[in-house]
């Protein structure tokens, strides 16, 4: 197959999210059927290395680096309630429609899907192993110009625990490009391309 190539790349969409699961026995993960996560401004993910660095006969031997994932910020309009419930740890009150927040709620871990556009290929990835804070509460009264204020929060992709993968990305003459946000594409042992949706998550038999 051609290797495509952008000469650059610009403009961001498409934004989802998966949530994840690890059994620790089968060491296998599963994730829930991608849902939309609208309004993405801003994604910066600087990368995270660790530096190998060997001395020997007065020099430096051995240089390398170690690909430890990216660790930065995520800025939208604004966080779906969606998304606090499913990955943050929140929950909604069956009865008014409230939206609580606890203290003692754990995250979960989730893939982040989302698309760059390029020249001239568009280009979709998937983080598989991701990790989320929390945006501040913050508002400004109304002036003559309406300011929309964004919301950030951090943002982590992490090594999965089985293989290692971070990230994978495609193209449009890639099989999984058009149902790139229908199910987390993951390699297999051998390298090649499956999904994987939780039945029991999804509650798709």
């Known amino acids: 197959m051609e290797a495509k190539q952008n000469k650059v790349q610009f403009g961001l969409s498409d934004a989802h999210y998966a949530k994840s699961t690890y059994n620790s026995s089968t060491k296998t993960y599963t994730y829930a059927e991608p849902k939309p996560y609208p309004g993405m401004v801003n994604l910066n993910l600087p990368a995270e290395v660790a530096e190998i660095i060997k001395y020997a006969d007065n020099i430096a031997f051995y240089r390398n680096v170690k690909n430890n994932g990216f660790n930065g910020d995520l800025e939208t309009v604004l966080v779906p309630d969606d998304f606090k419930i499913d990955i943050q740890g929140a929950e909604r009150?069956?009865?008014?429609?409230?939206?609580?927040?606890?203290?003692?709620?754990?995250?979960?871990?989730?893939?982040?899907?989302?698309?760059?556009?390029?020249?001239p290929y568009d280009r979709k990835f998937v983080l598989y192993r991701c990790t989320a804070g929390r945006p501040a509460i913050a508002a400004k009264?109304?002036?003559?110009?309406?300011?929309?204020?964004?919301?950030?929060?951090?943002?982590?992709?992490?090594?999965?625990?089985?293989?290692?993968?971070?990230?994978?990305s495609c193209y449009k003459d890639s099989p999984n490009y058009d149902n790139w946000f229908s199910a987390v594409v993951e390699p297999t042992a051998e390298g090649q391309a499956n999904t994987s949706n939780s039945n029991e998550q999804t509650g798709n038999g």
């Not at 609580?100 to 989302?114: I, K, T």
């Not at 003559?144 to 993968?165: C, F, G």
């Open 93 to 119: 009150d069956e009865t008014s429609g409230d939206i609580l927040e606890n203290s003692d709620a754990l995250s979960s871990e989730f893939a982040f899907l989302f698309m760059i556009n390029g020249d």
């Open 141 to 168: 009264t109304t002036e003559e110009n309406i300011e929309i204020p964004n919301q950030t929060m951090s943002l982590a992709a992490m090594p999965r625990e089985n293989d290692h993968y971070i990230v994978r």
